[in-house]
T-cell receptor, first 114, second 115 residues
Framework: EDQVTQSPEALRLQEGESSSLNCSYTVSGLRGLFWYRQDPGKGPEFLFTLYSAGEEKEKERLKATLTKKESFLHITAPKPEDSATYLCAVRPKGGLRNFNKFYFGSGTKLNVKP | NAGVTQTPKFQVLKTGQSMTLQCAQDMNHEYMSWYRQDPGMGLRLIHYSVGAGITDQGEVPNGYNVSRSTTEDFPLRLLSAAPSQTSVYFC??????????????FGPGTRLLVL
């Protein structure tokens, strides 16, 4: 069964204190792994897509990496404005009608204190 | 571009009432989806569509109907609302173009309370 687990559920950091969020996944075949940011009361906002083990992508203070079993979202020297819930999702391989299936984790709520 | 729009923003229903949550996108995306988000459970797929006239069930389809008569619109119907359907509902769309970054664009959500 396709499954996505994120840890920790919540993370409190001081401004400038780097850390990593984890996304473990079980999927029959991975078409893509996606990271999103969600602010309170809003819809998720796309950050990264990763397709194969060893791939890395960066955006400002965020860097996403992918292995065969998990993905990490590294946050370097975070600022208070990075506070949000970060969601991970996988899109399994399959036929055309499965192309639009995404399985989401429950998210990591990040709080960065000044 | 307005992106993905959803109406209403907030709705209160009584048990047994029916309603339609509206979703529209102006990006000419082939794929559209409906999710519900509940505390501690993440986003769960309700129904999805890979094109006009084609819909499929996701993880939690019971109690919901969808149709896709145009590329732009993907309404979600609650036939007989139940308190268990109290949730935040998100609509999303994505493109299937070759070489296009595969991602979903989400609407702002509809908060539904069923009494």
């Amino acid at each position: 069964e396709d499954q996505v687990t994120q840890s920790p559920e919540a993370l409190r950091l001081q401004e400038g204190e780097s850390s990593s969020l984890n996304c473990s996944y079980t999927v029959s075949g991975l078409r893509g792994l996606f990271w999103y940011r969600q602010d309170p009361g809003k819809g998720p906002e796309f950050l990264f897509t990763l397709y194969s083990a060893g791939e890395e992508k960066e955006k400002e203070r965020l860097k996403a990496t992918l292995t065969k079993k998990e993905s990490f979202l590294h946050i370097t020297a975070p600022k208070p404005e990075d506070s949000a819930t970060y969601l991970c999702a996988v899109r399994p391989k399959g036929g055309l009608r499965n192309f639009n299936k995404f399985y989401f984790g429950s998210g990591t709520k990040l709080n960065v204190k000044p | 571009n307005a992106g993905v729009t959803q109406t209403p923003k907030f709705q209160v229903l009584k048990t047994g009432q029916s309603m339609t949550l509206q979703c529209a996108q102006d990006m000419n995306h082939e794929y559209m989806s409906w999710y519900r988000q509940d505390p501690g459970m993440g986003l769960r797929l309700i129904h999805y569509s890979v094109g006009a006239g084609i819909t499929d069930q996701g993880e939690v389809p019971n109690g919901y109907n969808v149709s896709r008569s145009t590329t732009e619109d993907f309404p979600l119907r609650l036939l007989s609302a139940a308190p268990s359907q109290t949730s935040v509902y998100f609509c999303a769309s994505s493109s299937a173009g070759v070489g296009v970054e595969e991602t979903q664009y989400f609407g702002p959500g509809t908060r539904l309370l069923v009494l």
